[in-house]
């Protein structure tokens, strides 16, 4: 990936696009890479697999479905350029508080 965020890593740049475009109150990123050594996607330097939480008020009204396209638009470069896997807990705020 090229351009003014190609020095951050992988996890640096989710986090700065979600922001961006979702604006959320919780964010939690994990990368589970080392999980998934040898298997498909997997690669020797990790940032391949990712566990993201994330709590905004972008998701109010929006299916989980519309939810998850939300962050995988967002999300689009960094899967073309080799962001494998990413499993997603969305939430809107209401929906944290009463999970909690």
């Not at 604006?23 to 996607?41: Q, R, T, Y």
């Amino acid at each position: 990936m090229t351009g003014p965020n190609s020095q951050l890593s992988r996890a640096e740049r989710i986090k700065a696009q979600l922001e961006a475009q979702l604006a959320p109150v919780a964010f939690e990123l994990n990368d589970d890479s080392s999980k998934h050594a040898g298997h498909a996607g997997a690669r020797p330097g990790g940032e391949s697999h990712y566990r993201l939480r994330l709590v905004s008020p972008a998701f109010e009204g929006l299916s989980r479905v519309a939810r998850q396209r939300l962050v995988y638009e967002a999300l689009k470069a960094e899967f073309d350029a080799g962001l494998h896997a990413l499993s997603l807990d969305l939430k809107t705020p209401a929906e944290a508080i009463t999970k909690n």
